[in-house]
């Protein structure tokens, strides 16, 4: 079965300090992978996804980067935080090729909080 | 993107039908309806989807309308552990046979003992 994992599960970063989120997967092939942000009290924003190895989109403009440096394998990073980017980052992967039978499964999440 | 409405908050009896509704009136005629939950401080959890015939499975049931510009998710007996923010959300294709989910602000349920 697939699994997917998330870690850290928190933490706590000082501002201009360097952030990587890392992020796996398991018991499938060439998945889909996702970066999400909920910032508190508000929906999930999709920041960036990967249909595979070194492809990278990204919805926002933001302070941040993301890497696919294996299949299965999604990094979130920025080199300085602002407090601004605090907020619960959700990895989350889909199998490809699939129309509309394929959900999106998502990890615990990280509880990412700027100081 | 196709958008969906959702209210911000229910409330539900434990032991009741709880049932979500949900508009996607720009919705495509090949985009599906996906439906998530999250419970605080999780990962939102996949419920159930449909493209235009009701759907079952053990956790809910998807009724959507015929013109398909709404639908209602239905927890049939509703638990304490049901208390959660649901997502309803269209899918949408950003290359071949790839997609994305956008999710809203969804609805609280809330369920009362």
């Known amino acids: 079965s697939q699994t997917i994992h998330q870690w850290p599960a928190t933490l706590v970063q000082p501002v201009g300090s360097p952030l990587s989120l890392e992020c796996t997967v398991e018991?499938?092939?060439?998945?889909?992978l996702y970066w999400y942000r909920q910032a508190a009290g508000r929906g999930l924003q999709l920041l960036f996804y990967?249909?595979?190895?070194?492809?990278i989109s990204s919805e926002v403009p933001q302070n941040l980067s993301a890497s696919r440096p294996q299949d299965r394998q999604f990094i979130l990073s920025s080199k300085k935080l602002l407090l601004s980017d605090s907020g619960f980052y959700l990895c989350?992967?889909?199998?490809?090729?699939?129309?509309?039978?394929?959900?999106?499964?998502f990890g615990n999440g990280t509880r990412l909080t700027v100081t | 993107d196709a958008k969906t409405t959702q209210p911000t908050s229910m409330d539900c009896a434990e032991g009741r039908a709880a049932n979500l509704p949900c508009n996607h009136s720009?919705?495509?005629?090949?985009?599906?309806v996906y439906w998530y939950r999250q419970i605080h401080s999780q990962g939102p959890q996949y419920i159930i989807h449909?493209?235009?015939n009701n759907e079952t499975n053990e956790m809910a049931s998807l009724i959507i309308t015929e013109d398909r510009k709404s639908s209602t998710l239905i927890l049939p007996h509703a638990t304490l552990r049901d208390t959660a923010v649901y997502y309803c959300?269209?899918?949408?294709?950003?290359?071949?046979?790839?997609?994305?989910?956008?999710f809203g602000k969804g609805t609280l349920l809330t369920v009362n003992p």
């Open positions: 990967s249909v595979g190895i070194g492809q």
């Open positions: 989350a992967w889909s199998v490809p090729g699939t129309v509309g039978t394929s959900p999106l499964h």
């Open positions: 959300i269209v899918r949408v294709f950003f290359g071949g046979s790839n997609y994305k989910l956008t």
């Open positions: 018991g499938t092939s060439n998945p889909n």
């Open positions: 449909g493209l235009k």
């Open positions: 720009t919705i495509s005629g090949n985009e599906y």
